[in-house]
């Protein structure tokens, strides 16, 4: 059973997901070995199968509103980027945001001469 995705939880959603795919052994479908050599025709049947299974298993676990967003791409590893993309990018604007805050915060400063009282 796959977690599911919310707008708070996404970097343990990815370990729990990873693990699970591991444990399929679907992972290889989100990220290929790139040492790998080309797949014969048996195997890309096998690996398309199994595309089919990875992008079924995430668009399950994402909220509505995500899953608009996703439902036109055509692998399991084009939603992982997408996903990838979208909240990693989100992070980076909180970090970001969060940082410029506190130094915000720490140049704020009472002066000497003001009073304690002041509004």
Request: proline share 5%; glycine share 2%; charged share 35%.
């Amino acid at each position: 059973m796959y977690p599911t995705l919310t707008s708070m939880n996404y970097t343990s959603w990815c370990i729990r997901v990873q693990a699970i795919m591991e444990d399929r052994e679907e992972w290889e479908v989100v990220e290929p070995d790139p040492e790998a050599t080309a797949p014969t025709a048996a195997e890309k049947v096998k690996l398309d199968a199994k595309n089919k299974k990875v992008k079924a298993h995430l668009l399950q676990c994402i909220p509505d509103d995500i899953l608009m967003q996703v439902a036109k791409k055509k692998t399991g590893k084009e939603v992982w980027d997408s996903l990838k993309a979208r909240f990693v990018g989100a992070e980076r604007v909180k970090d970001a945001r969060l940082q410029t805050l506190k130094s915000e915060f720490d140049e704020i400063q009472m002066k000497d001469d003001e009073p304690l009282d002041q509004v």
